[in-house]
Every structure is written in C-alpha cells, then in structure tokens.
C-alpha cells in the first residue's frame, strides 16, 4: 500500500500502478513546498531540510548548506521518532522535515514513506536540488569539490 492506501502489490486483486501515477497519487497526499518557501523554513527554524541525493550528485553540486544528509536507504530509520537509529535532529512526529533529492522525484515518494512514520509535516522540494539551484539559493561546495 502506498501512503495513500493505494494498492501497488501484484497478485492481490488489485491494479498494479505506474510511477507516475504513483507520485501522483502519493503527492496528492500532502502540500509539497517551493524552494523559496523551504529556504524561508529552514532559515526561520521551522523546517529540517534532508538531503537524499546520492554522493556522487552531492559531490558534483555542492550541498545546501544547513540540511541534514541522510542516504536514501536510511533515512526512515535515522528520521523516524521511535526509532534505535534515530538521528537527535528527529525528535518527534510533529517535526517538519522538507526532504529533496535532484529533481523531485524520489523526494515524493520519500515524503509519503515518512508520513508512514507518523511524520505528518513531511514534504518535498518541488524539482528537488536542481530548482534549489535554479532559484539562486545558497549552494557550497562538498569538501571534495
């Protein structure tokens, strides 16, 4: 089941679904943000931001600074409030957590894992750290750049 309690498992019955109409459907589950309004977020302390990219992409672009780098295959287990490998930046199910990855896509469906967790302010970056970018937001370099 998807965040949305939309079947996606084949031999069920059900009706097995694309990606996109999988993001479509787990995105119509919540709000998701602009870059602008993230950077506003993070800025006032209202918003953890956590970047999924891989280290390669990471690496090529820079980061942004301030967010939180969480490989995508970790992150319900280091965000998740109850969790033994919970990182102390998660401190709880009201925590508001913009996650981006390069282009928004993966972030979508990142967002809607989360909001499984109980994470209901979970969210997503909107054309992810490419549209961060675009806007002229703040990006440094990795240490190995």
Do not use: K
């Amino acid at each position: 089941m998807t965040a949305s309690g939309t079947a996606v498992a084949v031999g069920t019955g059900e009706r097995p679904v694309g990606i996109d109409e999988l993001l479509e459907r787990v995105r119509a589950g919540y709000r998701r943000v602009e870059a602008r309004e993230a950077h506003r977020a993070a800025r006032e302390g209202e918003a953890l931001l956590v970047d999924i990219r891989y280290a390669a992409l990471r690496e090529r672009d820079g980061l942004i600074p301030g967010a939180l780098v969480v490989e995508r295959n970790e992150l319900e287990w280091r965000l998740d409030p109850q969790g033994s490998h919970r990182l102390p930046e998660a401190t709880g199910h009201d925590l508001r957590v913009v996650v981006f990855c390069n282009e928004g896509y993966a972030s979508s469906l990142a967002a809607a894992s989360l909001h499984q967790l109980g994470l209901h302010r979970a969210t997503d970056l909107v054309g992810g750290f490419q549209a961060w970018r675009a806007e002229g937001l703040p990006v440094e370099p990795t240490a190995t750049a």
